[in-house]
C-alpha cells in the first residue's frame, strides 16, 4: 500500500511539474519584401510569398505578416465603429512583436536558351536546352539586439532539354521562361528553408 502511495505521489509531481513550465513556443518573425538587385524585371513580391509558404510549411516560426498590416489597421476601425460585435472585435495593442525579421535580395535572375538546329532538306534535327538560375541573399535579424543570426546566399537552378526533329522557320521546344525561373526560385528557397532546420531559434 506504501508503495502504491510512493508511487502515486511521483506521478502526481511530474504531471505538476511539466504542467507548471511553459510550453516552447516558436520564435515570431516577419518576412519583409525582398529587394531587386539585380538589372532584370522580377516578382519580387511574388518571391517573397513563397519564401512565407515555404516557411509555414517548415513550421519553424510563428510568421508576422507585416507587408500588409494595413488591412489589419482597417479590420480594427471597423471593429471601433460600433458596426462589428465588440465581442469578436480586433482590439488595439494586441498585434505582437517580431522577435527575428527577415530580409532578402535577389541578387541573380538568369534565363538563357543554347543549342543549335542542324538542317536537312525539309527538315531539321534540333536541340534546345533552357536553364534558369536564380540566387536569393537571406538575412534573419535579431530585432532586440539587432544581430545577425542566419546569413547565406543559395543558388537555385532549373533545366529543360528538348530535342528532335523541326520544320524550317518553328520554333523548337521554346519553354516558358516564367515556369523555369519559378522552379528555379523554389530550388534557392528550399536550400534556405533546409539550412534554417538545422539552426537552434531558442537558445
Known sequence: MRKFVF????ILMVVCSVSASPGLEKPRLSVREFDNKTDAKIPAA???EMMTTELYKAGLFNLLEREKLQYVADEI???????VDESTAPELGKIKGAQFMMTGAVTLYFYNDSGGIVFLPGVGAG???HTAYVTLDIR??????SEVVYAAAEQGAANQTAGGIVVPFLAFGAGKSGGLLATATRNSVIKHVEIMKTVDWNP
Open 77 to 83: 476601425k471597423l471593429g471601433q465603429s460600433g458596426l
Open 7 to 10: 508511487l502515486l505521489l511521483c
Open 127 to 129: 536541340l534546345l536546352s
Open 46 to 48: 511574388a518571391i517573397t
Open 140 to 145: 534573419i535579424i535579431n530585432t532586440a539586439t
